[in-house]
């Protein structure tokens, strides 16, 4: 089992940025990719970014493209999104997502995770 928690959620007026950070516990050495997923009220959980912890490969969403950067601490099993340039687009809860399965097509799928956080609300401001 791996135990995922984020932290670093609140509110922001738009423009303004927030960094995100997700610590992993329990069995993370057979961890494979870490993403970070994202559900507005009525919406379906989507897709941000993603970063393989070994090679460090980065995935984003289009949308986030250029304001978003994920990044990892190995030595912490720490995950981090930093968020600039937030729009009121960006609300949501924001979800820390770990897999062990060893593919760079699914990482950027929900089903493509085996273990989530329990999420973090970022609220943007117009």
């Known amino acids: 089992q791996v135990q995922l928690v984020e932290s670093g959620g609140g509110l922001v007026q738009a423009g303004g940025s927030l960094r995100l950070s997700c610590a992993a516990s329990?069995?993370?050495?057979?961890?494979?990719?870490m993403g970070w997923f994202r559900q507005a009220p009525g919406k379906e959980r989507e897709f941000v970014s993603a970063?393989?912890?070994?090679?460090?490969?980065?995935y984003y969403r289009d949308a986030v493209k250029g304001r978003f950067t994920i990044s990892r601490d190995n030595a912490k099993n720490t995950v981090y999104l930093q968020m600039n340039s937030l729009k009121p687009e960006d609300t949501a809860v924001y979800y820390c997502a770990a897999t062990s399965t060893r593919s760079t097509i699914l990482v950027t799928t929900k089903r493509g995770y085996d273990y989530w956080g329990q999420g973090t609300q970022v609220t943007v401001s117009s």
């Open positions: 329990g069995r993370t050495f057979n961890s494979y990719a």
């Open positions: 970063i393989i912890w070994s090679a460090g490969s980065t």
